[in-house]
Nanobody
């Protein structure tokens, strides 16, 4: 299994930037699918971005394309989410999540499927964007 811990959340002004980090530990020797989800108050949790450890392609939710960028540092077992041009509607709890999926499944599954299949979740980090 993999343990995940998010950090980097906070409060920023609209138009600002924030960089979230996700530190992974445990069985990180195996490659796995990992990504970010977020949940605003009163809203369903939604996928933000995902990638595969060890390098590879990335995928982003349409609403965040061009503003959010997922990246990783395999030597540090760390995952990042660079968020630019933040909007008030980006406010919410951001979660790092992972699952031992194939590369194909990591990129082909819908966000809803990934949410169900991912077995490892961090505690979340709060992001608040004010206008």
């Amino acid at each position: 299994q993999v343990q995940l811990v998010e950090s980097g959340g906070g409060s920023v002004q609209a138009g600002g930037s924030l960089r979230l980090s996700c530190a992974a530990s445990g069985d990180t020797s195996r490659r796995y699918c990992v990504g970010w989800f977020r949940q605003a108050p009163g809203k369903e949790r939604e996928g933000v971005a995902a990638t595969y450890t060890g390098g590879g392609s990335t995928r982003n939710a349409d609403s965040m394309k061009g503003r959010f960028t997922i990246s990783q540092d395999n030597t540090k077992n760390a995952l990042y989410l660079q968020m630019n041009s933040l909007k008030p509607e980006d406010t919410g709890m951001y979660y790092c999540a992972a699952g031992y999926l194939s590369t194909y499944d990591c990129y082909s599954h819908s966000w809803g499927q990934l949410e169900v299949i991912f077995g490892y979740w961090g505690q979340g980090t709060q992001v608040t964007v004010s206008s």
